[in-house]
């Protein structure tokens, strides 16, 4: 017997006929004898439909009655999922997040989970009752409503995990793993077995968009493991192929052999803006990124180049696209006290990441991945590197060439199929 807190994401909630096959599914694992808690995120499409309204109804809508609105598409879900459990004859009932409470701090419409209160909840679970719990919100000290920024449901998941103890968190989505890469990309991307929190949190960000990334963070602190998995699968099937999330202690013990590199992630969320000509000086480049981070402008990649006799160098760095517009707009304002020269800016541009923990223990990564892109004729723009990631910045339209040769590169080719 293990206690399983099953994650389903809005694919797997859109409709009557879907959420039976969820219930089928969790049926199937009270069945073998597991303490059940189930997670749902509104219907998919649901949660933007009530984000319109609020938009309609004012412009400047006060975020608190957006939580009271959004918040509704995960009540709908909870209750008609434990309707139909409980005619099929399993014993379920919905917590809404001001009945557990769930606590949340901060600000609406992105509220913190600050504590979680367990005791009710673990005793129904301990009778076999299916605890069934709307994704995405909380309440706030005052009493309201609350929810956690758009994909907050997986946060809620692990949160949960995480205050029952759950022996594990599966989350079911519309996807059947985590991939090497984007498989409409590399047709000969492999799914993975399992992968590092620290792996997937990096893949979260630069781009792979399969959990909330504030999720993984918080596995990763609460040493939840995760796994994702296909809620399209037979719900009665037993080995359900998926992808673990875990530390990287139970994967140096699995016995697999030790890939290189985990996988590649592709970001086009950023632009580059060049800043030419700027005094080489201390307090320099302190100038430009000191107003950028007042706006909370998050910049991404630096270059400077040394300048031993100009006295004057160029700055290179990107930002989401997002913010392209107004980090214009910042540093034309600052421009005396910088003293630049020029601002060029490039929106065609793509972040390719290979992220991998084997790199901590082999050199080599970062110059495989410059010799495979040299070799194809393709422009490095930027470089960044953390220690189990190395990223650089290329030209938009090289992307997917790029990612294809550098899954090859690094062997993460799946075998053909036979
Ligand atoms: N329904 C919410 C959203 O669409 C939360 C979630 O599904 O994770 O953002
Ligand atoms: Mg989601």
Redesign the pocket.
């Known amino acids: 017997m293990a206690r399983i807190v099953m994650k389903f994401?809005?694919t797997s909630m859109a409709g009557m006929e879907r959420i039976r096959n969820v219930a089928a599914r969790v049926k199937h694992v009270v069945d073998q004898g597991n303490e059940v808690a189930v997670v749902v995120?509104a219907m998919a499409g649901e949660t933007d439909r009530l984000v319109g309204f609020c938009k309609e109804a004012s412009p400047l809508y006060d975020p608190a009655e957006y939580d009271v609105v959004v918040a509704a598409g995960e009540q709908v879900t909870s209750g008609l999922l434990a309707m139909t459990l409980k005619a099929m004859d399993v014993d379920a009932r919905s917590w809404l997040g001001w009945q557990l409470p769930i606590r949340t701090v901060e600000a609406h419409a992105k509220a913190r989970i600050e504590s979680f209160e367990t005791q009710a909840l673990i005793a129904a679970m301990a009778r076999g009752q299916v605890a069934v719990i709307p994704g995405f919100q909380g309440m706030m000290e005052d009493g309201r409503i609350a929810t956690l920024g758009r994909?907050g449901?997986?946060t809620s998941a692990v949160a949960v995990a995480a205050a029952v103890k759950a022996d594990r968190c599966d989350i079911y989505?519309d996807v059947d793993g985590v991939y090497t890469t984007d498989p409409r990309i590399v047709s000969r991307a492999r799914k993975l077995d399992m992968i590092t929190y620290e792996e997937m949190l990096e893949l979260a960000s630069v781009g792979s968009k399969v959990?909330?990334t504030r999720s993984v963070a918080l596995a990763m602190k609460e040493k939840v493991r995760v796994q994702v998995l296909s809620s399209f699968d037979d719900p009665t099937q037993e080995d359900l192929p998926g992808t673990l999330i875990v530390g990287e202690e139970e994967i140096e013990g699995s016995g697999m052999e030790n890939q290189l590199i985990t996988g590649i992630a592709v970001d086009k969320n950023e632009a580059k803006v060049i800043v030419t000509r700027v005094p080489d000086r201390p307090g320099g480049v302190a100038s430009i990124f000191g107003p950028l981070a007042e706006a909370s402008i998050n910049v991404d990649m630096i270059i400077q180049n040394d300048s031993k006799d100009r006295e004057e160098t160029d700055v290179t760095f990107t930002v989401p696209r997002s913010d392209l517009a107004r980090s214009v707009d910042i540093l034309e304002a600052n421009k005396a006290t910088i003293g630049f020269n020029r601002l060029i800016t490039d929106v065609e541009v793509a972040k390719l990441s290979v992220v991998g923990v084997g790199m901590r223990s082999h050199a080599g990564v970062a110059a495989t991945m410059f010799r495979t892109l040299a070799d194809r004729g393709i422009n490095i723009e930027a470089i960044s590197t953390s220690e189990i990631k190395v990223s650089v910045l290329i030209d938009e339209d090289e992307t997917e060439l790029a990612v294809r040769v550098l899954h090859t590169a690094y062997g993460l080719d799946a075998e053909p199929a036979a």
């Open positions: 994401g809005g995120s994909g449901s997986d989505t959990l909330q």
